[in-house]
Each structure stands twice: as structure tokens, then as C-alpha cells.
């Protein structure tokens, strides 16, 4: 296959992210049809580049047009087009979450196993980040001994006002949930949400900061801090304590400008330019396997396992009281297909 032709679902801000990579930064694919509810959207993306516009997932996927796709829509959507991509044999590349209910992530494991053959990548872009995987090499050496501690920091300068406590979880420490995952190489077992001061930057709606506890099956205690209106930029931190040293998160240093103001360095803005290179890596290594005909990146076991820890997220966090925590929840997964195995 001389070129990918790659179909987008989902014109919003994500989507164009993805076109920009692909026809302008990467080697291997371009877009070929674009579809969204909004068709002036669709239209927007799709013209410049000659692409096919179509108002349904469902018309973009059983295009002829179309070897792989690319869905950068509402989670809660996601479903169905994941389903229609499996059944029609394409490899789809999915935005985080794979979907927002337990009952919808199992039905596209079951539509998979049918199919007998891993089409679906989660876009988890964290685990194509530099530092991230020096992390993991560093734990896998074994020099330091094995994981007891790892401590997250996930800072937004602020959100939108349409952005809810259930956010914090489900769309923000979603992140931290699947590195940890794939950093750990074990399943989170439980997970209880802690309500710490709440902040006066914050909408009068939203329970922020809160802080995610969670264990994994060895006993690895994990702790999130997700604060999304910390002001000063978009902050990702993250620390590896082992038996006999730690690993650092510090890829946001730059350069240090130093002068009478002080010894400084820059501070990212957004996920978009902090994860550039991470998604362009991702993006990238996905074109190439789908010209090979093999699966890369996480899988839809991934996209289902990160929601289920989610759900139990939002248990706890249900029953947290004003002030303190909710209850440890216990995740209940079911076991692990063959096919993910």
C-alpha cells in the first residue's frame, strides 16, 4: 500500500490536530474523506485537501475510499463507528475513552473476538512520550529494584465552564489510569477519590482539586492530583519511587532563563504542545502498521480496563464527603480475552 487513506470522523478542534499531523508532518497517509454532524465543519476540513465530506460515520467508514479511520468525536459516541470499523475489517484508530460506559466497551471487545483480529487503538498518546518511556526502561532494567510508590501531577492553566467534576476523572485522569497501566504492566485493583481545599479559581459547579488513590495488584500505591485550574500552565509530573532510587518526570525543562526576575524556565500551555511530539509518534507508528496489516499501540482491552477504573472512580467519588475522602472501590473487571492476552 503506497498510501494510507485515512477517514476522519469528528472535525472539531482534535480532528484538525490529526489532519495537520498527517498531510503536513508525517509520511504514509493522508485523509481522504472527512465526516461530522456539522457538514460546514466537514466541509472546512475536507476541501483544502480534495477529501470526500460525508454527515455519518457509517457512510464514511463503508467508503471504498477509506483504508483506515480515525475518530476524533465525543466519547460517548465513539460505539457504534468503533463496531461499523471492526465488522467492515478496517483498523481504526479511536481518541481516549474507547467509550464511557463499561456496557459499550464490552460490546467492541465482543465485536473484536468475533472478528478474531485487533483492529482497534486507543489514543492513549502518553505511552509514545519520551520521558514516559524512559520511565518505563528505567523501572525495567531492574537497577533499582521493583515499583512501590508513583506520584502524578496532572495541571490545567483552567477549563471551560462546561467542564464538569465528572471530567476531572473520566477526560483528565483518564491519562494517568492507562500510564500507569502500561507503565506498572499490571491492572489497578481499586481506587478511592480524596477531596482536598477546594480551589476559589474553579467554577462554583466543580470539585477541584481532587487527588485519585489508587493500588495495583502487586500493592503499588498510585496518586493522582488532578488540579485543572492551576493558572500558571499545563503541568504533567511524574515520579517512579522504587526499592533503591526514583525516576523523575522533568521533560518540561527546557532552557532556564535567568535574570533579575529569576531563574525560570517555560511552561507548556496545553496538551497540544506538550504531547506534539508523543501524538505524532503515535499517529505515525499507527499509519505504518496499518500498511502492514498488524496492530500497534494500546488495544481495545486498554480503552475498556482505563473505564472501568473510571467507573469505580466515580463511585468513590459519589460518596465523597464536603471535605476528606470517598471509600476504597474495589475494581471488577472480567478476565482477559485470549485475544489481549
Not at 506520584?151 to 492553566?157: E, K, L
Not at 500507569?180 to 499490571?186: I, T
Not at 479559581?201 to 487527588?211: A, F, G, M, T
Request: charged letters at 25%; proline letters at 3%.
Amino acid at each position: 500500500m503506497a498510501e494510507l487513506r485515512i477517514g476522519l470522523i469528528g472535525a472539531g478542534g482534535m480532528g484538525r490536530a490529526h489532519v495537520e499531523r498527517i498531510e503536513n508532518e508525517l509520511a504514509g497517509g493522508r485523509i481522504s474523506a472527512v465526516a461530522d454532524l456539522n457538514v460546514d465543519a466537514a466541509r472546512t476540513v475536507a476541501e483544502p485537501l480534495g477529501a470526500r465530506v460525508f454527515t455519518s460515520g457509517r457512510e464514511l467508514i463503508e467508503s471504498d475510499d477509506v483504508d483506515a479511520v480515525l475518530i476524533a468525536t465525543f466519547g460517548k459516541v465513539h460505539k457504534p463507528d468503533v463496531i461499523r470499523c471492526i465488522e467492515a475489517g478496517k483498523y481504526v484508530l479511536c481518541e481516549k475513552p474507547l467509550a464511557t460506559t463499561i456496557a459499550d466497551c464490552e460490546a467492541i471487545l465482543a465485536a473484536e473476538q468475533k472478528m478474531g483480529k485487533k483492529l482497534v487503538t486507543v489514543g492513549f498518546m502518553r505511552r509514545f512520550d519520551a520521558g514516559y518511556q524512559q520511565m518505563k526502561q528505567v523501572l525495567k532494567a531492574g537497577e533499582h529494584g521493583y515499583a512501590t510508590l508513583v506520584h502524578n501531577r496532572h495541571r490545567n492553566p483552567s477549563v471551560p465552564e462546561n467542564y464538569t467534576s465528572r471530567n476531572a476523572i473520566d477526560d483528565t485522569a483518564i491519562h494517568e489510569i492507562d500510564t500507569m497501566r502500561w507503565l506498572l504492566d499490571e491492572e489497578i485493583t481499586s481506587v478511592r477519590v480524596d477531596r482536598p481545599r477546594l480551589t476559589s479559581n474553579r467554577y462554583e459547579h466543580l470539585v477541584d482539586p481532587i487527588v485519585l488513590v489508587m493500588y495495583t495488584e502487586s500493592g503499588v500505591r498510585i496518586d493522582d492530583e488532578v488540579n485543572v485550574n492551576i493558572d500558571f500552565g499545563y503541568s504533567i509530573e511524574c515520579e517512579l519511587v522504587m526499592e533503591k532510587g526514583t525516576a523523575r518526570l522533568g521533560d518540561q525543562e527546557q532552557i532556564f532563563i535567568r535574570d533579575r526576575a529569576g531563574n525560570r524556565n517555560a511552561i507548556c500551555s496545553s496538551h497540544i504542545d506538550r504531547f506534539h511530539a508523543a501524538f505524532n509518534r503515535e499517529v505515525g507508528q499507527w499509519i505504518n502498521a496499518v500498511k502492514a496489516d498488524r496492530h500497534t499501540g494500546s488495544t481495545a482491552w486498554d480503552g475498556y480496563a482505563a473505564t472501568v477504573v473510571v467507573e469505580a472512580a466515580l463511585e468513590s467519588a459519589s460518596k465523597a464527603a464536603e471535605t476528606g475522602g470517598g471509600p476504597l472501590v474495589d475494581v471488577q473487571m472480567i478476565d482477559k480475552p485470549e485475544l489481549y492476552k
